[in-house]
């Protein structure tokens, strides 16, 4: 596993050694104790200290990471130190900018870069060529309180900045990046229907606020059987053509060329990756 495969990016407070070690347990692909927005100012130093012991003694098969305090703020300092000597798979980093990742330096564990300002939004492929990139992340509630966005039921508020981070994720040569939190946590339906409109936007991954979104994620952003056996079924009809001398087939009534044959590998290894997993 990688950050350059997972799915589920699963956040809890840095300073509830429970819910952290909970979350670790979850089966996510992927845990972040959050030092940022999840900890209030007075627990800041005592969030530092419960991620180093927890995630300095995990034996996990999911990747950990930690969010640290946005660049230039008070906390900014002593959270890149308290992790400096973990074995962290990546570092998240809130109010993503080009600057921002800059002012980590080069060397370091990958980043998880969240884009949730105007800013962000506007440099998102300048973010994602940056060598430490390694993904990036759609923070809508800060992304919407700055631009005065209303939630809406089809999501329709977040539209152009969940397919902007796609496009220039793509352009920057970056894997796909992370959906939104899904807020309601009781809202397993919501969930569902929110991670399947990301993933029809070209998402392969969503981020999530508690254990019991895990499982749904996961299952979205993997391929279903039938996507797998239909993506089998393409592979083989292309390259039986190719044998033949055809570089475009007919299945089932529709044309099959070398586009389509790409769609259908890439859910032949994200059925790979999953079985291994």
């Known amino acids: 596993m990688s950050f350059a495969t997972?799915?589920?990016?699963l956040f809890a407070p840095g300073n509830d050694e429970r819910k952290l070690e909970k979350a670790l347990a979850a089966g996510a692909d992927a845990v972040v104790a959050d030092l940022e927005d999840a900890v209030p100012a007075t627990e800041?130093?005592?969030a530092r200290t419960v991620a180093r012991r927890v995630l300095g003694g995990a034996a996990t098969a999911s990747l950990v990471a930690v969010r640290v305090n946005a660049?230039?703020?008070?906390h900014w300092g002593a959270d890149l130190q308290a992790v400096a000597d973990l074995e962290l798979d990546a570092l998240v980093l809130p109010k993503a900018t080009p600057e921002a990742v800059?002012?980590?330096g080069p060397d370091g564990p990958p980043v998880v870069a969240i884009v949730e300002t105007?800013?962000?939004v506007r440099h998102a492929y300048e973010t994602a060529r940056l060598p430490r990139v390694a993904a990036l992340?759609?923070?809508a509630v800060d992304l919407g309180l700055e631009l005065g966005l209303e939630p809406r039921a089809d999501g329709q508020e977040v539209l152009y900045a969940r397919s902007r981070l796609v496009l220039e994720s793509a352009a920057a040569g970056l894997r796909s990046p992370f959906d939104l939190v899904h807020v309601d946590t009781r809202d397993d339906e919501?969930?569902?229907a929110e991670a399947r409109l990301a993933r029809s936007l070209g998402f392969r991954g969503k981020a999530c606020i508690h254990p019991a979104q895990v499982a749904i994620v996961n299952r979205v952003f993997s391929p279903t059987g039938e996507e797998r056996e239909r993506a089998r079924r393409v592979v083989e009809a292309y390259e039986r053509g190719l044998a033949d001398?055809?570089?475009a087939v007919a299945l089932d009534g529709e044309m099959i060329d070398l586009p389509v044959v790409e769609r259908a590998r890439r859910i032949l290894a994200e059925t790979e990756r999953s079985v291994s997993e």
Do not use: C, F, Q, Y
Not at 6 to 9: E, F, G, I, T, V
Not at 71 to 74: D, L, Y
């Open 6 to 9: 997972a799915r589920s990016l």
């Open 44 to 46: 800041k130093e005592a």
């Open 71 to 74: 660049a230039g703020t008070e």
């Open 102 to 104: 800059g002012a980590l």
């Open 118 to 120: 105007a800013l962000g």
């Open 137 to 139: 992340v759609l923070g």
């Open 190 to 192: 919501g969930l569902e």
């Open 245 to 247: 001398g055809r570089g």
